[in-house]
């Protein structure tokens, strides 16, 4: 006996001819999650090249399960064969509340629907991204801002991967979206994005391409693409065109002239930055010494003049950033006021004329303490907390204009007098975080800890900064992957010992804070050079002109003194100018002692690398030396745990009739096939409402499954009428006929299989939705089994209990065998 197999229909049946076809591998079989775990991989692998955009690893655990909640929901109402729209949307559904879940529980209704003070938070976290990516240099902290910003990335990349592969019947083209994920890495890092991620990437790529083409072999099918003569063929030639075109096109593309995609040289499409924006550009800027953004200025001082632009005093653990306070700003047309107190007996008073020329930036560069500024361009506000000096809508670009400043003068004697606590100075001058690093904990307390005073104590972190166990060197922090300014980076440069400004001047200003002393970071241009000529000032005769630009780019720590005012400091070894009343108890520097004050070590002297650490650095975000804003990672391990829990869980229904029906049409022995297909057509029958009566016989039963279906709307098709009626007599044949005789089904695993396939197929076609989602997903057939098994126990001692009034009736009425005990004969 022979069982024809099911034709392909428009409802996505099997196909009749293509005895190719795995039996359960087409339309809302294992087809969407085998697509699902397709662009899974290719998704995360993609987003494994953003590591060295964002420091560490910690970013990566909320970043793939964002990827895998939507593939799997993709995946979950493409195999309930939903519409292709609701396919999507679903998707667009399913990220929004992983990441309600992940970065906004708080405010949210049951941790995944967005309620109104959800809005604020959003708003709050995409700021501080905005903030991230402008304020500083790859790799970046991981804080909560970039990191959803991320997630949301890679969630948007899966739908539009999913969407060109499945309903757009277009794998070839969802290479796009990958290519998209990997642009930022290939032009911000040095290695571009990674052997390892670039590979990983191809291989979810060709993936796609593989499983478009396994599961359709033979027309549309429900939820998949489209099979078209030759795919196979164009899959394999689209292939190699990519990868010919990473190879080639490097060598087209002006930037890439060192190696070959994906470890070429980085691209930068914005050109050099002219500007000096607070906490950014430095490191850029001092790597690529190209003398943009040349300022120059002329004073009547007799030494260089330190161009501070901006104040940096917002630290949060997640990096330093400015406070404009835009709300107490005053505008900038009369005298300048510090705001406290100077009790020296003696101010220096200088002038000088300043031409910004081609530097840009929103903040003016001025010697520290202006007083008054004349001759600028556009509406000007300065902040009487840190005399920072913006422009509102309007730049520093091609400026001139005189400034008259104030300092008191310092000596170290003063500075020792002054011993009194700070007063009167904003909490954010004095705030620490309270992730602070062991290391930087015990670093400022071994070197500072035993000092007397606030002096003291300064110059004790000063003097350890700039001894000969610290090195600068621009590539060490970018080759270490903690070239940033966060708690996290600066465990990481306490332990390397070799960075450049921005490292050194964190790492003072967080152990000042530490040690109870008000601290905040200067931003500007540390002195320049000569350039010969002379500038005539009104008032001030001729004076020597000096000129600044990128190389110079510097970052310095300012500390607070009561009844001195804020005081700068220079830990950097190598850059600057160490102020005298810094040097008289300080040992001088090996570069002090060459004069290497312009700001660069030539090229020619060696800088020492830093002695690989014998501690393994810890991740941002576990343990003492994690980023505050990292995502922690053993709460993310144990969530991604339980959300894999949970979803199988809620699949394991759906698993354990997958298996029982793979094992029945896949039978071991094919003597079993007959009766292993009949339990999976009662099964079957049970799942779509049709269960089986104990007392029907086999035929009383097809009879009755067959009439019902020719009875619906769409009736039962030919195919699976006629499986029906084949398997009834193959099954009355294999369990009445005489022993030691074999039906032609015996044999005949594959007919069966394809029959089953068939009535399982118009059994979909006639039910509504809901039955169909819960016969694959909530299988009467398991659920009533599983539900008489839990029910054993109790059945069992119900029935112990029924029968106990009877037993204890017959103990009463047994006779008595003369010794006081009931017997029996």
């Not at 593989?210 to 899959?235: E, N, T």
């Not at 910004?356 to 509406?379: K, M, N």
Request: hydrophobic share 45%; proline share 9%; net charge positive.
């Amino acid at each position: 006996m022979t069982i024809a197999p099911a034709r392909t229909t428009g409802s996505g049946h099997q196909a009749r001819d293509n005895p190719r076809i795995p039996a359960g591998r087409t339309g809302a079989g294992a087809y969407p999650w085998a697509m699902a775990a397709a662009i899974s991989l290719a998704v995360c692998g993609a987003a494994l090249s953003l590591n060295g955009v964002l420091r560490g690893w910690n970013w990566y655990w909320p970043a793939m399960t964002t990827v895998l909640a939507v593939a799997l929901t993709l995946a979950a109402l493409r195999s309930v064969r939903a519409q292709p729209l609701l396919v999507t949307a679903g998707g667009f559904v399913a990220l929004g509340g992983v990441l309600t879940m992940t970065f906004f529980r708080g405010s949210s209704f049951l941790w995944v629907v967005p309620t109104g003070a959800t809005l604020p938070e959003l708003d709050r976290l995409i700021q501080r991204a905005s903030e991230t990516v402008l304020a500083e240099t790859a790799p970046v902290a991981p804080n909560a801002g970039i990191v959803m910003v991320v997630c949301a990335v890679l969630g948007l990349a899966v739908i539009l991967v999913d969407a060109l592969a499945v309903p757009l019947g277009m794998p070839a083209a969802s290479g796009t979206g990958l290519l998209a994920l990997l642009v930022v890495p290939a032009m911000i890092k040095p290695q571009s994005v990674g052997v390892g991620s670039f590979l990983a990437t191809a291989a979810g790529y060709l993936l796609i391409l593989a499983v478009s083409q396994w599961f359709a072999p033979d027309g549309r099918l429900q939820g998949g693409p489209a099979r078209s003569p030759g795919l196979l063929r164009r899959a394999a030639l689209t292939g190699a065109v990519a990868l010919a075109a990473t190879l080639v096109l490097p060598l087209a593309i002006p930037g890439f002239d060192r190696g070959t995609f994906p470890q070429g040289s980085r691209l930068n499409p914005w050109g050099a930055s002219t500007g000096l924006n607070p906490m950014i550009t430095l490191g850029n800027s001092l790597r690529t010494p190209d003398g943009s953004g040349r300022i120059t200025y002329a004073t009547n001082s007799p030494t260089p003049l330190y161009l501070r632009s901006v104040t940096v005093d917002n630290f949060d653990g997640d990096s330093w950033g400015p406070d404009d306070r835009n709300a107490s700003r005053v505008s900038l047309d009369g005298r300048i006021d510090p705001g406290y107190q100077v009790l020296t007996d003696e101010q220096v008073r200088l002038v000088t004329a300043v031409d910004a020329g081609s530097f840009t930036s929103p903040y003016l560069p001025v010697p520290y303490a202006p007083e008054t500024v004349r001759g600028l361009g556009g509406q000007w506000t300065w902040d009487p907390a840190t005399l920072s000096i913006k422009g509102t809508d309007t730049t520093t670009r091609r400026q001139e204009y005189l400034v008259t400043s104030a300092v008191p003068k310092l000596s170290a004697a003063l500075l020792a007098q002054s011993s009194a606590p700070a007063r009167g100075i904003p909490d954010v001058f004095t705030r620490i975080p309270g992730n602070v690093p062991d290391i930087v904990k015990t670093t400022a307390q071994t070197v500072a800890g035993s000092a007397g005073t606030p002096y003291q104590k300064a110059m004790a972190i000063q003097k350890y900064l700039r001894s000969s166990e610290f090195t600068y060197s621009l590539q060490s922090p970018v080759q270490g992957g903690y070239d940033g300014n966060g708690l996290s980076v600066l465990a990481d440069f306490l332990q390397q010992k070799s960075g450049y400004c921005v490292h050194y001047a964190s790492a003072m200003a967080v152990m000042a804070r530490l040690e109870g002393i008000p601290s905040r970071i200067a931003v500007g241009y540390a002195p320049g050079r000569l350039t010969g000529a002379t500038i005539t000032v009104a008032g001030q005769g001729s004076l020597p002109e000096y000129e600044a630009d990128a190389r110079d780019a510097h970052a310095w720590p300012e500390l607070y003194f009561q009844g001195l005012g804020w005081v700068p400091f220079e830990p950097t070894p190598s850059r600057g100018v160490v102020p005298d009343y810094a040097t008289e108890t300080s040992a001088p520097s090996v570069a002090e002692s060459l004069g290497n004050n312009d700001g660069l070590i030539p090229d020619t002297v060696p800088v020492p690398a830093p002695s690989p650490s014998a501690t393994a650095q810890a991740l941002p975000g576990a343990g003492g030396s994690g980023s505050g804003g990292g995502v922690p990672l053993m709460p993310w391990l144990l969530g991604t745990a339980g959300a894999v829990g949970l979803v199988f869980l809620a699949a394991a229904p759906h698993l354990v009739r997958a298996g029982a029906r793979s094992r029945r049409l896949h039978p071991k022995r094919p003597d079993l096939a007959v009766p292993l297909a009949w339990s999976e057509l009662r099964d079957l029958g049970t799942d779509y409402g049709l269960p089986a009566v104990n007392s029907e016989t086999p035929r009383a039963y097809a009879a009755r499954f067959r009439s019902t279906l020719l009875g619906e709307p769409g009736g039962m098709d030919q195919d699976a009428h006629g499986a029906v009626a084949s398997l009834t007599s193959a099954f009355e044949h294999h369990r009445y006929g005489r022993p030691g005789t074999a039906s032609s089904a015996d044999a005949a695993v594959q007919d069966l299989a394809a029959g089953i396939a068939a009535v399982e197929a118009s059994l979909r076609a006639n039910a509504p939705m809901p039955r169909r989602w819960a016969a694959s997903w909530v299988p009467p057939s398991v659920t009533l089994r599983l539900g008489r098994l839990l029910r054993m126990p109790f059945s069992a001692a119900g029935r112990a209990i029924r029968r106990l009034p009877h037993a204890r009736a017959r103990f009463r009425s047994a006779p008595d065998d003369g010794g006081g005990r009931a017997g029996g004969g």
